[in-house]
Structures are given as structure tokens and as C-alpha cells.
């Protein structure tokens, strides 16, 4: 039954997301093991657990877009090809990026080891003390 409404709804969403991750035997769940379980760049949720459900949806239509590992390699791609140590707020304006998307995956991929934190100094692009980002030697 469909409820009416803005409560409604949003309870019926609520609902559907927990049963969607509450269900370990989902039939489109793969296992811990398998190629797609997680792809390079979408290990950890990109959404915080406070916040609204709203937020978790849009989370997951971005994953499954590939938008987020899309971002990802794009940004990872232009730092190994400019090494030297940038602000995110450098990064994008320089490689052409969304400002805030940047700064987005920075943690993610720091997560994973591609890109680490180098220090803080005054952000060419923005004009204020900023956390630099390099790229992790492999």
C-alpha cells in the first residue's frame, strides 16, 4: 500500500532502504570475495549514518551512475601527470574540476593509499591556509 504524503513517503523509502541493507541474502548481493564487490574507488559509504535518508539515496544513485569512480580516477589521473604538491581547491581549478568533488574524494583516496596529506600553506587558488595533497610514490 502507498501511504500519502510527505511522512508517508519518507517512511516507505526508509523502509525499503533498511530492508536493502539489512538483507544478507539479497539476491543481487555479491560476496566479500567477488571482482564486484566493491569497485576501486567505492569502499566506504559517502554518506555519514545521521544523516537523512534523502542523502543516502542520492549516495547510492551517484555510486551506481559510476559518477564517484568516474571523479576518482579523473582526479588521480591529472595529479600523477602534476605530482607536485596542490590544495584541493588548486587541483580543481587547474585540472578543471568541480571544486567540492575534489575535495570529496581526497579522503577516499587517501583511504586506499593513492594520495596523501603533505602539509598546510597559504592555497593559490583561494587565498587562505590550505591542506596540500600528493600522490603517493608506488
Known sequence: MVARGPR???LLIMARHTQEVATPSSANQLGLFDQ???SRFNRAPIFAKRD???SKLAAE??????AVSRQST?????MRAHPQAQTSAEIAQRGGF???NVGRRMSALTRQGHVKRE???LCGACGRECVTWAVVAK
Open 61 to 66: 544513485s551517484i555510486e551506481r551512475s559510476g
Open 52 to 54: 537523512p535518508v534523502t
Open 8 to 10: 508517508g513517503i519518507k
Open 36 to 38: 564486484k564487490s566493491a
Open 119 to 121: 602539509g598546510v600553506r
Open 98 to 100: 568541480d571544486r567540492h
Open 74 to 78: 579523473e582526479i588521480l589521473n591529472y
